[in-house]
């Protein structure tokens, strides 16, 4: 079952395999043409959240990040002692409350059961500000073993997404890390006014 003593012992036991080390291309090349550094983001599912090192270090302060095993949380706070305590949640997604402006999508799609990916999509509408932003990597293939990760494609993604958003942009990665190459899809999906769609 996937759950958070199966995240927690993938950490306890170093299988991280899914961490890159570092802020990955597609997602710096993205931050770094935000020039609004006071926007609220949000980072589920954060693991060892390298994307919020990178955000912190540029200036960005409104940082929530979000993961339902604390060690990767308590191993953030220990290299940046000045990050505020209060931004580090420690819930599932799925309970999570609030408001924001950006939503970073990186290997939290794929590290759920595919089951839950259409409340995946309500809860994030329900996350967002109407202006707010969904954007990220998602894989575009399925994986011979069975997950997480947990793989899919572009038809499907857009499915499932085209219920509560605007699909801004959805194309294959051209700055991939190596491993990744050729296997991921980039996206910004803007939440649609639901109000207005009867």
């Keep these: 079952m996937i759950n958070s003593d199966y995240w927690l012992n993938r950490y306890q036991a170093k299988e991280t395999s899914w961490d890159a ?3 990955t291309m597609p997602i710096k090349e993205y931050v770094d043409q935000l020039s609004d550094k006071s926007i609220t ?3 589920p599912g954060c693991g060892n959240a390298h994307e919020a090192a990178y955000l912190w270090k540029h200036g960005f302060k409104n940082i ?3 993961d339902y095993v ?6 953030f706070i220990k290299q940046f002692p000045d990050f505020p305590k209060d931004h580090l949640i420690l819930k599932d997604f799925f309970e999570l409350n609030g408001k924001f402006d950006l939503i970073i999508e990186q290997t939290f799609f794929c590290a759920l059961d595919p089951a839950l990916r259409a409340n995946y999509v309500k809860k994030m509408h329900t996350l967002l500000r109407p202006s707010g932003k969904l954007a990220g990597v998602l894989f ?3 994986f011979e073993k069975d997950g997480p990760p947990f793989g899919g494609n572009e038809r499907e993604y ?6 509560l958003f605007e699909i801004k942009l959805m194309e294959s990665c051209y700055n991939s890390i190596p491993p990744r190459k050729g ?3 980039f996206i910004i999906c803007t939440p649609k006014n639901i109000e207005n769609n009867h």
């Excluded at 857009?158 to 219920?163: A, D, G, I, Q």
């Design 21 to 23: 080390g570092e802020i």
């Design 41 to 43: 983001i949000l980072i």
């Design 64 to 66: 929530f990040l979000l």
């Design 70 to 75: 604390a060690e990767p949380l308590n191993n």
């Design 158 to 163: 857009k499915s499932l997404l085209n219920v």
């Design 183 to 185: 296997n991921e899809l």
């Design 140 to 142: 575009k293939n399925y």
